[in-house]
């Protein structure tokens, strides 16, 4: 993206019109379709220079929330952000760069995360400190079962 431009016009109605362009009636059927990769890449994929990863999270919150899905996109969030932060996996030790790391991933999350999930991130992050899962561990899904157990679905 450059000078701006993904926000010059109706952003909402070029950023629909990629989606069905490439086959797909939904942004979140377009983003399922590619399981942990980061928003800004998805952005890339419908407009390098006129479509912007903000643009993408906003649509797919307002389609989770119209489907009552907003917990499920939490994970999704989540699993977005940990492929772009630790491609990895998680650390196999926890020194002071590999801890910055994570906690770069969990404060994105909480950051992009609705007001009324916050406190449920945050006790699930407070949850990947305490009982770390194991080494390598890479969620390739909202429906990962570590994520499932830490951020399990519910109506909200």
Partial sequence: MS???????????RLYERVRERGYDSLSAFAEARPAIPLYILAEELGKDDVAAVQVLSGLLDEAERRKRVTRFVRDVFVREFSEGLPDGWPAMMDDANRFKVAKVLGCWFAYTPENHRERVDRASDALFATPPPSGWRPLGPDDELLLALLPDEAV
Avoid: S, Y
């Fill in 3 to 13: 000078d701006g431009h993904a926000w010059q016009g109706h952003w909402r109605v």
